[in-house]
């Protein structure tokens, strides 16, 4: 019984939760400390997880109304909905690594100024400022605060999501890794439309 209650507790722990998904970026972290780790690999595993969890993020949707009918698919649904902003937030972190490991390899802002006018960095930082958009509305008080406008601004997380992937796209590094996770999302959202066009 006291097994099943600490279990029940774990589940529920928003900090367990922000623990486990920032156990990847103790590397990351490590070596803005010391330096001493290849800038390209920094780069490609704070991408990589930052597009994971946008994934999931845009994921929990489709897959609670897909899961409702199996033996505790509401549970694990609701589970997945009431915590979804934190892994929009996981997602943002990672990207935020990814910008810093970025500035700290140029060593200069206006380098990285004259690097921002080229295109494949251009919708990077569109996509970077949606995301911090979202991130700072992503508590109870903006919910409150925007009340219908909390919804229409959080839809931006589409058109960032695209200028994700055109950014990582462009630069043409592990081609078969983007074209993976781009598949993945299509058909995420390929069958949550289905999903809506089949009940109107």
């Given at each position: 019984?006291?097994?099943?209650?600490?279990?029940?507790?774990?589940?529920?722990?928003?900090?367990?939760?922000?623990?486990?998904?920032?156990?990847?970026?103790?590397?990351?972290?490590?070596?803005?400390?010391?330096?001493?780790?290849?800038?390209?690999?920094?780069?490609?595993?704070?991408?990589?997880?930052?597009?994971?969890?946008?994934?999931?993020?845009?994921?929990?949707t489709?897959?609670?109304?897909?899961?409702k009918?199996?033996?505790?698919?509401?549970?694990?649904?609701?589970?997945?909905?009431?915590?979804?902003?934190?892994?929009?937030?996981?997602?943002?972190?990672?990207?935020?690594?990814?910008?810093?490991?970025?500035?700290r390899?140029?060593?200069?802002?206006?380098?990285?100024?004259?690097?921002?006018?080229?295109?494949?960095?251009?919708?990077?930082?569109?996509a970077?400022?949606?995301?911090?958009?979202?991130?700072?509305?992503?508590?109870?008080?903006?919910?409150?605060?925007?009340?219908?406008n909390?919804?229409?601004?959080?839809?931006?997380?589409?058109?960032?999501?695209?200028?994700?992937?055109?950014?990582?796209?462009?630069?043409?590094f592990?081609?078969?890794?983007?074209?993976?996770?781009?598949?993945?999302?299509?058909?995420?959202?390929?069958?949550h439309?289905?999903?809506?066009?089949?009940?109107?």
């Open positions: 019984m006291g097994y099943n209650r600490e279990m029940q507790r774990a589940l529920h722990s928003v900090f367990l939760l922000y623990a486990v998904m920032a156990i990847p970026s103790y590397e990351l972290v490590a070596d803005l400390v010391y330096g001493d780790r290849y800038y390209a690999q920094m780069m490609h595993t704070s991408g990589v997880i930052s597009i994971f969890l946008l994934v999931l993020t845009l994921a929990i489709p897959l609670t109304l897909l899961m009918h199996l033996p505790w698919g509401l549970a694990v649904g609701r589970w997945l909905i009431t915590r979804r902003r934190y892994f929009g937030l996981g997602s943002f972190y990672y990207a935020s690594l990814h910008l810093i490991h970025y500035t390899q140029i060593n200069d802002m206006e380098n990285v100024l004259y690097e921002a006018f080229d295109f494949e960095l251009t919708i990077a930082w569109l970077l400022l949606i995301f911090a958009a979202l991130a700072i509305t992503s508590n109870n008080a903006s919910v409150s605060r925007l009340k219908s909390w919804k229409r601004l959080h839809q931006w997380i589409y058109p960032a999501t695209a200028l994700t992937f055109g950014h990582w796209l462009l630069f043409d592990f081609l078969d890794q983007v074209l993976g996770w781009l598949a993945v999302l299509v058909i995420i959202k390929a069958i439309i289905g999903i809506i066009l089949r009940r109107k």
